[in-house]
């Protein structure tokens, strides 16, 4: 009987202790933002003009476990995009961009980076996306 009760008190307490643990995601303090300018070439690969990216899905991923997104929120007007209330962690953020060399028609634009305190806020500073 006393086993079992000890038994049974481990259990519980590893229980306890390992579900407290935090991982990437939602419930922490932390900001990732960034901006995204749009830049615009010609048919000769040259830059003809530059704008920030309104409207354009941005995505984060938590962790490095998989790379299915966890969250992905549209950038504003000026190219602004903000995720909130983040833990510490690894974390990726990555936007398309048009590529006429992908079957697609778009490539991967990413950025993967550490938040290490509480209430840190990350900025990516300004991502430029190639639009053809």
Known sequence: MKNSFLLLLSILIFS??????????????????GIIQEQKYNALGNVI?????????VYLIYGTADQFYDEDVKTSYDG??????????TYTVFVYEDDATQPSGKNVVKQTFE??????????????????
Do not use: H, M
């Open 80 to 89: 602004s995009f903000v995720f909130n209330y983040l833990q510490k962690g």
């Open 16 to 33: 306890v202790s390992t579900s407290c643990k935090k991982v990437e995601g939602t419930g922490g303090g932390a900001t990732i933002k």
């Open 49 to 57: 003009a530059e704008y920030p990216g309104s409207d354009i899905d």
């Open 115 to 132: 938040v290490t305190e509480k209430g840190q806020v990350v900025d990516l500073g300004t991502i430029n996306i190639r639009k053809i």
